[in-house]
């Protein structure tokens, strides 16, 4: 929809006393159904839903050429590829099978909706599962969720089905998500009583028509929680029993139930090395339930323990050896980095060391270490960095945090939904790079008029580019992780070292830093960390002066005055990051502004503030972390630098993280400056 068009139906709208134009951020990339060149569409005459679904959207939005949709046999194309060609009579989408149709349909208005010329083309998704992860509770809560409550109303189910599940599945479809975790990985038993199984079929109904499968988050002790056994051991034939009969139970209300996703022996969670079992055969266990169904099991590698040394390790050492021990039907679902979804990791050293299993990678959409739903941070470019690294067809599947809720806009930040979108896409073809996919969806949401001036979109698109990389740099440049406060994952805390904690749930466990230098030496003369990589990157990591800068603080404890690539010694280069982080914020907020008067005013309020508790937050980051790694430097802040206008003691006194640090007035900045 453009700028006019947009204005003469709020001005109707105005007139007429109806809203429904306003701008909330509730359509997504989607359209809202304002098709005024509508072409003829002709779809196969067995009106599936799902065909049903594929027209009705095409009537809604598209305005090319005639189209025809049609089945063909096509073995390349699989279940869910599509194929789009012209013969003598025009324009055809053809597929397999109705839900390529639907794939098929979306890509041909995503190509509409960017002013593209349609691409005569064949694709099919690079995993067959492709899947999101709630981590909502039973509750309403959501963990590390940061747009409101949970969308899934288990109060209401089974007799009242809320309208935006299928607003929800028309989303995940239109970037080609088959796959949807309910609950979370740390998982009430509950989700598999009858009562909720009977909730939860009615989401998969939704879901249906959409290619979307419904999983589950199961308890490892649900046949002691739920079922009243003595134990779970996973060896023992009751309860390899029990899960069967859960999966029949399962399977005869949902037929195409996508199968199990399992948090075990991890922070708490219960798992089958409580009864001296290995990871293997509880996966094994639950896997054989499932099989003759047709399901799977994810079974999740996240696992570390305050006894051993190196956190960063100990996936590794307790996955790796069971290489080529899990049954065909269970995939091990691997975080992007070894310790936990910071603003940047080194891949993490488990993908490629188990070529007889088959291994998916976890990447979190929802911001729980990127500013929640108050920092713009478009994660594209950490996936796609994930992908330089790691080959994206020696994986079998892929699955996304979601930083889906409630909210109005469902991502409570309206820059990320980019998130969602570009996860879908990327889980779709993971060649895409993130300006491919920001090309997309920038239009789409922003709906800025056509003749926007170029100079304005480039800005918002390098914007949304740089956004992951300035994040990085305020909050933890050169590879340091997990400064963050504890508990809330949002502010700096890297003094953090509560008495009688865990010491790996505290930054200084992280940092190291001392009147030495900073960053854990995890080299071959620290925790030897760089032997569980390739033999060549292992090299490379192992030596300072080759190690990656980005990284240097993660693999290497790194004195003060080493003279970086820069020329700069760190303690500069650590002041000049930061900086550099501030910077690029403020950079962004000069790229939105510029954008005002061609961005819905709505849409463009809501943005701006949240860039000014980014700058603060910014600002607020510097400082915590210069003052106190100032400490152990014993330093000065270069002159290029902006002192810090706070005390460390000031920094240190704000408890609760998120709201009340003062940020200093632009006038003193630039005074200090
Ligand atoms: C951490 C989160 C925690 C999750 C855990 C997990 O802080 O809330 O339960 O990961 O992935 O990032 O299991």
């Known amino acids: 929809m453009n700028k006019l068009k947009s204005l003469i139906l709020a001005v109707t709208a105005i007139l007429t006393g109806s809203t429904a134009w306003a701008y909330d951020g509730s359509c997504l990339w989607l359209s809202g159904g304002d098709n005024d060149n509508q072409a003829v569409i002709t779809v196969p005459k067995s009106k599936s839903p799902t065909v049903a679904i594929a027209a009705e959207e095409l009537n809604k939005a598209w305005h090319g050429e005639p189209l025809r949709l049609e089945i063909k046999r096509d073995k390349n194309l699989g279940n869910e590829g599509f194929r789009v060609y012209r013969d003598k009579k025009g324009l055809v989408l053809s597929a397999n099978n109705d839900l390529g149709l639907l794939y098929g349909s979306y890509a041909l208005l995503r190509d509409n909706a960017a002013g593209k010329a349609i691409a005569l083309r064949e694709e099919i998704p690079a995993y067959n599962v492709r899947v999101l992860n709630h981590w909502d509770n039973l509750d309403g809560t959501i963990e590390r969720g940061y747009a409101g409550h949970s969308i899934w109303n288990w109060n209401e189910l089974p007799d009242v089905v809320s309208p935006r599940y299928r607003e929800y599945a028309r989303a995940n479809a239109s970037v080609g998500i088959n796959g949807v975790v309910l609950n979370n990985v740390n998982a009430s038993s509950k989700i598999l009583s009858a009562e909720y199984l009977a909730k939860v079929a009615k989401i998969a109904d939704v879901f249906r028509p959409y290619g979307i499968k419904v999983y589950l988050s199961a308890n ?20 390899a029993a029990w899960w069967k009969a859960k999966a029949d139970e399962i ?173 879908g896409r990327l889980a779709w073809n993971p060649q895409l790079s993130s300006e491919e996919i920001i090309d997309e969806w920038m239009p789409m949401t922003l709906n800025y008029p056509e003749n926007t001036p170029k100079e304005v979109t480039d800005g918002l698109k390098k914007m949304m580019l740089n956004s992951r990389e300035a994040v990085v740099d305020y909050m933890m440049p050169l590879g340091l992780h997990h400064l963050f406060a504890f508990g809330h994952h949002y502010g700096p805390e890297p003094w953090c070292d509560i008495k009688g904690g865990r010491p790996d749930w505290m930054p200084p466990y992280y940092h190291r830093a001392d009147s030495a230098g900073l960053g854990f030496n995890r080299s071959s003369s620290g925790s030897n960390a760089v032997a569980q990589y390739p033999a060549q990157l292992a090299k490379k990591l192992d030596n300072i002066n080759t190690c990656p800068e980005e990284f240097i603080l993660w693999f290497h404890h790194v004195p003060w005055d080493f003279k970086m690539k820069s020329g700069a010694t760190l303690w500069q280069e650590l002041c000049n990051r930061y900086q550099s982080g501030v910077e690029s914020v403020e950079t962004m907020q000069r790229q939105w502004t510029a954008a005002k008067p061609y961005i819905d005013p709505e849409l463009w309020n809501d943005v701006n503030e949240r860039l000014m508790t980014q700058a603060r937050d910014a600002n607020w980051w510097k400082e915590g972390c210069l003052l106190y790694f100032q400490q152990f430097s014993g330093m000065p802040i270069p002159d290029n630098v902006t002192p810090p206008v706070h005390t460390l003691d000031q920094l240190k006194g704000i408890k609760l993280g998120i709201s009340n640090y003062e940020c200093p007035t632009p006038e003193l900045l630039n005074s200090k400056r």
């Open 220 to 239: 490892f002790a649900a046949p002691m929680q739920l079922g009243g056994l003595k134990t779970a051991d996973p060896l023992v034939p009751e309860v």
């Open 251 to 423: 399977y005869k209300l949902i037929p195409d139930f996508g199968g199990f996703l399992v948090k075990a022996n991890s922070e708490g969670q219960p798992g089958p090395c409580d009864f001296d079992r290995t990871h293997a055969e509880g996966a094994n266990m639950m896997a054989r339930a499932l099989k003759p169904h047709g399901g799977i099991v994810m079974w999740r590698a996240f696992v570390y323990s305050p006894a051993d040394a190196d956190r960063a390790k100990q996936a590794y050492i307790e996955f790796q050896p069971l290489d080529g021990k899990f049954d065909d039907n269970v995939i091990v679902q691997i975080k992007n980095g070894p310790i936990d979804f910071q603003p940047r990791e080194p891949y993490s050293p488990l993908f490629g060391a188990m070529p007889q299993t088959d291994q998916m990678v976890e990447f979190q959409v929802t911001q729980e270490y990127l500013g929640h739903s108050n920092h713009i941070a478009y994660l594209a470019p950490m996936w796609t960095e994930f992908f330089d690294y790691v080959s994206p067809s020696s994986l079998k599947a892929i699955a996304g945090v979601a930083n889906v809720g409630n909210d109005t806009n469902w991502t409570g930040h309206p820059m990320a939904q980019a998130n969602w979108y570009a996860f």
